[in-house]
């Protein structure tokens, strides 16, 4: 090929190129962000979490499964509810004392609008502060017999800030593998080394504890009180004998175990016989059967001061409403002047879990307090007896995957102190009767 020749067929394959990287891509529609920008990174609907979604419902509608998630209720959800206009039997919701519509709590309510306004209209160091929430958190302190507490607005942002101002990045999180979320969103905060152990294994955190406590500064160590997922409750003592030998801190999260463990409600420490100094943080939220909304923090002086003056989600957001303060401070009272409720709870929880073993259900480890799972093995399985169960007008939650692992997704059963041996039986009957029928 002659020179020239050569030339000019470098000169055209480079022209050729130039219109290609001139061209826009036309796998792609042009992007309101402006030539050169992915629409994958300027559409919500092109984010991974709405394909997610929509691969959700896709899958739910080919299989003739309805959303089982934002059901409507119209009144109070205790023991009954109602859904579409009719009573339903209810095992959904964490009502477990039946305090959220009691009398007393409601009036506390009304009360604490009447006195003080729909909004305290400042974070609390900077003029939210109100008697209704001192005295909430000095009810809660007294009754962990702990020094003080401090409450936050929401139960998740209790975690996640006060996880998220204690620790740093030279600083250890261990946690149980089926912690809560906002433990998890927590110590992403933190900057914290995170690593979990298996679920309900103080042997597991002990080991952990073994090869690593000496690399970090602080440790700390977060279980909960009772398994939401499981009903399951960990061993305290031997959780509390395992983080003092390794002189790490221990946190307990009783988002479902206070007001539901023990005879007198006292939770986690009640029901192992641990004494509450034992445990370096206790947490709670007030959204179960404090029947309000928030969460709270209670141990020593110079933890919770730290928390009040520093934690950015109490510091930087507006301090509780008095009508979510007084419903959750007259709760605590009912509690304790109505304990025949918490007895009443015990009773039938234990009641069911009887029941489903009876008949060959699986409930996992529950110790059958207020939470029992009837796991199915699958999340198809779990949405249709969900939704076959409604149409008995009974009301139960499917946990699905990724919740949890698909082969133990569930129907988990919230039980209530308002509910009898009858509705128990006849639940159980309604599953078995749906169970065959799906799987014969
Ligand atoms: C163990 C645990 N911790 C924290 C939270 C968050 O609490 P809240 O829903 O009150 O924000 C929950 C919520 O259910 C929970 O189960």
Redesign the pocket.
Known sequence: MSQSRETLKQRLLQQARQRRQDRPDESQTPSPAGPGVDERFTRFDRHPGYQQLKMMREGGQRLGIPDPFFKVHEGTAGATTTIAGRERLNFASYNYLSLAHHPRVVQAGIDALNRYGSSVSASRPVSGERPIHQALERSLADTYEVEEAVVFV???AT?VSTLGYLLGPKDLLLHDEYI?N?TVVGAQLSGARRMSFSHNDPEALDALLARHRHQFERVLVVI?GLY?MDGDAPDLGRFVEIKSRHQAWLMV?E??SFAVLGERGLGLREHCNVPSTDVDIWMG???KTMSG???YIAGCRELIEMLRYFAPGFLYSVGMPAQVAGPSLAALAVMKDEPERLHRLHAISGYFLEQAKARGFDVGDSIGVAVVPIIVGSSVLAAGLSDALLSHDINVQPILHPAVPEKSARLRFFLNCDHTRLQVDHVLNALETEWQARTQ
């Open positions: 929401s139960g998740h975690n809560h906002s909960e939401s999260d988002a479902h939220t007030l959204s909304c928030g969460g």
